[in-house]
């Protein structure tokens, strides 16, 4: 299948190009005005998952006086962290370091993004990131770039599990894990990352899905006896603006932007490898025990992760998630 003449000649593609042209349209003033752009992150200020933004956020402030800088509100303490995609939407914040987890309330298609083993510089290249953005762009979203990627999640709990069943077991999710662990027969409970320290020390979580980095930030380590390998799906965290902010910059502030972003996206691969190697020697000197399911558990666990979720995904949206499917899905 030529995926990019696929999504290039749909129709969603006219439709995208008509919304950035209103964007485009008007003529940009000879010496544009420096504009500030105010962001938050979904996650606690100095953690890992806000640190690359974080570091974005820098090099924009440097780099682009007389052009963009950023007024970083902060985390969730600015806005709570599943408020934050209406905020976008409504224009009460530009942009923002977030998950599709976060704004599937808007664009469910997103959590796509999660369900693939493709690279963004690959999304981007065939064709997938600017489908995806109709989608996002219709909600008053524009998904920007990564500040995250590489890392795959993991089932963190207090209790062994040792086969592709979670009967009896009460897991944290984000909006990604709940048909997967739905499917195995877990009770989920949906909570933002601020609650679930309290929640394993209360008893009403017995573990939650997480990403191989970040569990020292919350202090969950404290609460944490297992990690269950193999790992599963792929971290999407990402900068998202929104989408009336998008169209209201100029060329060249919207290129100095994606000059920053890209810079960004190019230094992941590298920083995760190195990430995941020293906090997994962290877990293990922490005392995470690390569970690996024999060979035929593992397929059976790993065939109940992609399968709910894309089964999942395309009965939420059946025509954008079947499509979405058929060029994203890990074969």
């Known amino acids: 299948m030529d995926t990019i003449d696929t999504f ?3 129709a969603v ?13 008007a003529p940009a003033p000879a010496l544009a005005q420096e504009v500030t752009l105010r962001a938050v992150s979904g996650f606690q200020e100095g953690t890992y998952f806000s640190r690359n933004f974080e570091r974005f956020v820098q090099r924009v402030n440097a780099e682009g006086k007389g052009l963009v ?8 303490k600015a806005i709570p962290t599943f408020e934050q995609g209406n905020a976008l939407r409504t224009g009460v914040v530009d942009l923002a370091n977030t ?16 369900y693939t083993d493709k690279k963004m510089a690959e999304l981007r290249k065939d064709g997938t990131l600017e489908y995806l953005n109709t989608l996002y762009l219709e909600k008053g979203l524009y998904y920007f770039a990564k500040t995250g990627e590489g890392i795959q999640y993991h089932i963190f709990s207090n209790k062994p599990i040792e086969k592709a069943d979670l009967t009896g077991l009460k897991i944290r999710i984000a909006p990604i894990f709940r ?29 939650y899905g997480w990403p191989l980095l970040g569990i020292f930030d919350n202090g969950w380590h404290e609460r944490t006896k297992y990690r269950i390998d ?3 799906y792929s971290l999407e965290l990402g900068i998202v603006f929104s989408a009336a902010t998008w169209r209201k910059l100029t060329p060249a502030q919207r290129a100095f932007l994606e000059k920053q972003g890209a810079a960004l996206e190019a230094e992941l691969n590298d920083i995760s490898a190195k990430d995941a190697a020293a906090d997994t020697k962290r877990q293990q000197e922490a005392g995470i025990q690390v569970i690996r399911l024999d060979p035929a558990q593992s397929k059976a666990y790993l065939a109940a992760a992609y399968g709910a979720a894309w089964d999942g995904l395309v009965k939420t949206s059946p025509t954008h998630g079947a499509k979405l499917r058929q060029t994203m899905e890990p074969r």
Request: charged fraction near 15%; hydrophobic fraction near 45%; proline fraction near 7%.
């Open 8 to 10: 290039r000649r749909s």
């Open 13 to 25: 593609r006219a439709a995208l190009a008509a919304t950035l042209a209103a964007g485009l349209a």
């Open 69 to 76: 800088q950023i007024n970083y509100l902060g985390g969730p």
């Open 99 to 114: 998950t599709a987890a976060y704004t599937a309330s808007l664009v469910p298609e997103g959590l796509a993004l999660n």
């Open 179 to 207: 048909d997967f662990f739905s499917k195995l027969g877990a009770s989920v409970v949906q909570m933002p990352p601020g609650e679930v320290y309290t929640a394993l020390e209360r008893g009403v979580v017995d573990g």
């Open 230 to 232: 193999p790992g599963f």
